[in-house]
Each structure stands twice: as structure tokens, then as C-alpha cells.
């Protein structure tokens, strides 16, 4: 048995982990109409039982008629497709795991043809869906009320089902990203602003969140400063950018702020080795999530490479040093846990020289 930090417990209020892996949101198109099915539940079921301390769902679309942005992938809402989420959650917690959906609406990025409306056109903070390109509904006050109501609906809905907390999606490029990045939000009301207030969408959806599930149940932010529609954007330059951007998510009531980035071990600012979870830890105090590549010796998509790139597992003794030293408290796996979904307990007995490594085909797979 190893003494990683990896596999020591940890604790947030009501919030009790087995240990510091978290399985990353990854999305599947596997729940043909929307629902989670059976094969749904067995590949959490799986990951659970293979040692995984918390599992993030796949993105979750609330329930706004512009929120899905792909086929076949789960909501989270109607009777139907939670009562198939209650059923994954069940699972999970059979085999002594946590779970949490992540909330997901991907705003500008929608494109017609997609259910349950495939009228509906992608929802924009300022009708852009890429800098300078202007293809898509500027959404009006209404439809921000709209989308804030479908989040806190869909967290209430989270805990009524039996979920352990909930993580909303605020990265890569998806609606409350678009907010969040001035490429992307050019309104001068109350919406759109300077960097700190261009968080005020986010910030709704946190104390909506917070108004219907209670003090006690936890809320993921997850955020990134690059961008599907551009990989080099930054919404932060500097620390100072950070700590400000920060602090009135923090103050809307952020438990746990899950720092994305494609790469764990690259430091976010000049003249410091911090990543950019290890930042967001120094400059809020807050429990912080690290992701990206862990485990695997490449990215999952390079710059100018069409497609997902393919990877082999590498040492985990870099990671392991930086969460010792409280860089940052959680760790997202993704890939690897995808090709391997007993890599915690695998890590866990030394058998690190038996996990796969990663391919693209696995990516068609649900298993």
C-alpha cells in the first residue's frame, strides 16, 4: 500500500472524501433522449468501485430550451432523466463513492438542429459565438432570468435526489464563460463590464444555487481561462486580475473551485511555479481542484491537431509532491480513469505498471 497524499482523506463541512481523486467531467453521448440508462449507471457505478474518492458527472444540461449543444448527451431535468440520475447516484453511493452532477447550458456554442427544440439558435451574452463573429441571440433580461432559474432548479433538484453537491460549469468557452470573457460579452449593463464585473451572471447563479439547497451543500465552481473558441485566451493577467475576479465568487458562496487547465504542471504566472489552482488556493483560501493530463504525458488535444490526442501513463511523483506541499487539495482525473476505471485503486496497490494507456477509439466506448 503507498502512502500517497493522494489517498488521504479529506473533509469540507458535511463533505466527507475517501481520499483526493476526483473523477473529471467528461462528456460521453451516451443517453440516447436525454436520459442516463443503464449503461450510464454501470460506467459511474465502475468508476466508484474502482476507488475514485468523488466523481463529476458528464455535463448536465439544465432546463432551458437552449442549453444542449450536442446529441445524445443527459439533462438534468424532466422525470424521466432523473430518475435516472437518482439511479446513478444510488450506485455510486452502493459502492461508497460521491457524486455530483456538473450543470451545464452551453449558451452561444449551440447550433441548430439540436433537441429538444432544434429551432432554437445558441443563447450569447452578446450574440457572438467566436470573437467578432456575431451568429447567435443576444439574450434579453428575460432569458438571463431564465437560465440563473434553470441552475438553482436544477442544484435543488440535485439534492432532492440524493446527490452529494453539485459543480456548475463555468469554463472553456460555455455560457457562463462567455460572461465571464470580454471576446465574447460586450454589454454595457449590469452584465457586462470590466473583468470583475463580467462575473455578476456567475455570481447570480451561485446565490440562486445557494438560496434553494442550504449552507451545507457544496458548490463547485469550474472555471478556466482558456477557451474552446481560442485556446491562448486569459481572463486574468496577473494576480491582482485573479484575486479580484475571484473574490465576489467567492463572497456569492463558492465551496471548491475546480481550476481547469490542459496541462497540471505549467505554472499560471510569471516568476512563480503555482499552477493556476495553486493560485486560486493563495488568493482565496479556498479548497482547490487541479486537473489536466494528470496521469498521461499528453493533452488531450495539442495545438493545431485535429482530433483527441492519444497518451501513456507517467509518474504521478511531480503531482503527488505539489498536493503534499497543499499546492492544491483535490485532483481530477480524466482520460486515464476513461481508460482505466479501477486507476485509483491501481495507484493505490502499486500496480502502476499495469494501466493502459489512453486512445482515441475509447472515446466510442462506454465500459
Known amino acids: 500500500m503507498t502512502a500517497s497524499p493522494l489517498f488521504e482523506h479529506y473533509d469540507l463541512g458535511n463533505l466527507h472524501l475517501d481520499n483526493r481523486i476526483v473523477m473529471a467531467p467528461m462528456t460521453r453521448s451516451y443517453s440516447p433522449g436525454n436520459v442516463p440508462n443503464a449503461k450510464n449507471i454501470e460506467y459511474y457505478r465502475r468508476r466508484a468501485a474502482g476507488g475514485v474518492g468523488l466523481i463529476i458527472t458528464e455535463g448536465t444540461c439544465v432546463g432551458h430550451k437552449a442549453a444542449s449543444g450536442y446529441p445524445n448527451v443527459p439533462f438534468f431535468y424532466g422525470v424521466d432523466a432523473l430518475k435516472g440520475w437518482k439511479k446513478v447516484a444510488e450506485a455510486v453511493h452502493a459502492e461508497g463513492g460521491k457524486i455530483m452532477p456538473q450543470l451545464w447550458h452551453v449558451g452561444a456554442v449551440r447550433k441548430p438542429g439540436i433537441e429538444p427544440d432544434p429551432e432554437v439558435p445558441g443563447h450569447g451574452p452578446s450574440g457572438l459565438v467566436a470573437r467578432g463573429k456575431k451568429r447567435c441571440h443576444e439574450m434579453t433580461e428575460q432569458d438571463i432570468e431564465d437560465v440563473i432559474e434553470a441552475f438553482a432548479q436544477a442544484a435543488e433538484d440535485a439534492k432532492r435526489i440524493g446527490f452529494d453537491g453539485v459543480e456548475v460549469h463555468g469554463a472553456h468557452g460555455y455560457i457562463i464563460d462567455q460572461f465571464f470573457w470580454d471576446a465574447l460579452n460586450e454589454r454595457t449593463d ?84 503555482l499552477n493556476l489552482a495553486g493560485w486560486v488556493k493563495k488568493l482565496t483560501g479556498k479548497p482547490t481542484i487541479t486537473v489536466g493530463s494528470v496521469g498521461l504525458d499528453a493533452a488531450f488535444t495539442e495545438e493545431g491537431q485535429v482530433g483527441f490526442s492519444e497518451a501513456s501513463p507517467v509518474s504521478l511523483e511531480g503531482l503527488e509532491k505539489r498536493l503534499a506541499a497543499g499546492e492544491f487539495d483535490l485532483v481530477a482525473v480524466g482520460r486515464a480513469l476513461i481508460a482505466n476505471p479501477d486507476w485509483a485503486s491501481q495507484i493505490r496497490d502499486g500496480k502502476s505498471t499495469e494501466l493502459k494507456p489512453y486512445t482515441k477509439d475509447m472515446l466510442t466506448q462506454l465500459v
Open 190 to 273: 449590469k452584465w457586462g463590464g470590466d473583468l470583475v464585473k463580467r462575473t455578476r451572471f456567475a455570481v447570480e447563479i451561485i446565490k440562486a444555487i445557494r438560496e434553494r439547497v442550504g449552507a451545507d451543500f457544496p458548490i463547485i465552481l469550474r472555471w478556466s481561462q482558456w477557451k474552446q473558441q481560442e485556446y491562448s485566451a486569459r481572463l486574468a493577467e496577473t494576480p491582482e486580475d485573479l484575486a479580484a475576479f475571484l473574490k465576489p465568487l467567492v463572497d456569492a458562496g463558492v465551496d471548491i473551485f475546480h481550476c481547469s487547465t490542459r496541462r497540471f504542471w505549467e505554472p499560471e504566472f510569471d516568476g512563480s511555479d
